[in-house]
């Protein structure tokens, strides 16, 4: 008997529902933004268009090819960064984006699936290793640790914060499910909590060598993460006003009661908590874990080991800026400019969620 092949449907439903919300939600912004800022949800509408047709095209790459080549998909990344780094368009103060006339994209998003990819096939390849050592074990952790502080440092000078924390999560988690031995991460925690205690000690203790080692714009940063501590900050305190007046059912779009920056990106949230309430927030949080747990079960079911590296560093890719942006808006973490994934306005972002979305149901159909 011929068994009937099965096809992964969940997910891109969720991708369906996601397009909804984002396109209403980025709508509702509008109404706070200048009349300039007046066509972002149709911008935002052609983005998922070109997503789409990404994401269909590379259903019918099977990921063994995408994967062959993951050294050079690493390399392209980086070259991309340091091209945005001379060339690039300064948007927020930060040198972050490649303008192609009218359109502009984000390398630092694309750097996440080269970073991702060529990790994945270096642990993947170590489990062929004979005779493995601890000498081994170390020179792979070396090697990625460098192969993540080179797109760091590059992300670090546009700046973008939120950027390289992601990378070293992905990288740390990466190791972690790794053949390599527990003792490792252990031992690497432990020394980055040893590096960031002294990096606070040198801030403390030598703000004038400190600011000339990385420069003016670290204290805007580090004043953020105080902001947020101290419950501060005009970002954050009418982000928790445009939440806390929408009530249970919220107040409908294009009723937002305060301004905040980025409303259509890193605070989309709030507005989209604003226009829909609790039930609409529950909602999205409810769609989010089903779109993740998806992910967890594909990854559990498929076979090969290199695509479960791929799979869950692309679930990192997701995860982290999930809570980051929905933690940040109501003051649980401190705010670092990160998008919601298929909800924030932005055309970097949005394919390279298709992108991985693809390779994920890719291991799933084949």
């Known amino acids: 008997m011929i068994k009937k092949k099965k096809y992964e449907i969940i997910m891109p439903l969720c991708i369906l529902l996601f397009f909804v919300i984002s396109i209403c939600t980025i709508y509702s912004s509008e109404s706070i933004l200048p009349s300039y800022y007046n066509n972002l949800h149709i911008k935002q509408l052609i983005w998922y268009a070109v997503g789409f047709i990404v994401f269909i095209t590379l259903i019918f790459i099977k990921n063994d090819k995408i994967l062959r080549y993951s050294k050079l998909i690493y390399i392209a990344s980086i070259l991309l960064l340091i091209i945005v780094l001379i060339v690039g368009q300064k948007v927020n103060n930060t040198k972050g984006w490649i303008s192609l006339g009218s359109l502009s994209f984000q390398p630092s998003e694309f750097a996440k699936i080269g970073l991702i990819?060529?990790?994945?096939?270096?642990?993947?390849?170590?489990?062929?290793?004979?005779?493995?050592?601890?000498?081994?074990?170390?020179?792979?952790?070396?090697?990625?640790?460098?192969?993540?502080?080179?797109?760091?440092?590059?992300?670090?000078?546009?700046?973008?914060?939120?950027?390289?924390?992601?990378?070293?999560?992905?990288?740390?988690?990466?190791i972690l499910i790794s053949e390599i031995r527990i003792k490792w991460s252990i031992l690497l925690t432990i020394l980055c909590f040893i590096i960031l205690g002294l990096l606070s000690i040198f801030y403390i203790k030598y703000?004038?060598?400190f600011i000339k080692v990385f420069g003016s714009s670290i204290y805007y940063r580090i004043f953020r993460i105080i902001d947020w501590k101290n419950n501060s900050g005009m970002q954050l305190e009418n982000s928790m006003i445009a939440i806390g007046s929408s009530k249970l059912y919220g107040k409908g779009l294009n009723d937002m009661p305060i301004y905040f920056p980025e409303a259509y990106t890193d605070f989309i949230f709030s507005v989209y908590t604003n226009a829909f309430g609790l039930i609409g927030a529950i909602t999205l949080i409810i769609l989010i874990f089903l779109f993740d747990y998806r992910i967890l079960n594909i990854c559990n079911k498929t076979?090969?080991?290199?695509?479960?590296?791929?799979?869950?560093?692309?679930?990192?890719?997701?995860?982290?800026?999930?809570?980051?942006?929905?933690?940040?808006?109501?003051?649980?973490?401190?705010?670092?400019?990160?998008?919601?994934?298929?909800i924030s306005y932005g055309g970097s972002s949005l394919i390279v969620a298709f992108i991985m979305t693809s390779f994920i149901i890719n291991a799933y159909n084949q």
């Open 303 to 342: 076979t090969k080991t290199i695509n479960k590296y791929v799979i869950v560093g692309f679930f990192i890719s997701f995860l982290y800026p999930q809570l980051q942006n929905i933690s940040m808006t109501i003051g649980l973490l401190p705010i670092t400019g990160i998008p919601l994934p298929f």
């Open 117 to 174: 990819l060529y990790i994945s096939k270096l642990l993947n390849d170590f489990r062929f290793e004979q005779n493995i050592t601890n000498k081994k074990e170390l020179l792979l952790i070396f090697k990625i640790i460098i192969i993540t502080l080179i797109p760091s440092i590059l992300v670090f000078i546009e700046p973008d914060t939120g950027a390289v924390i992601s990378y070293f999560i992905i990288a740390f988690t990466l």
């Open 207 to 209: 703000p004038n060598s």
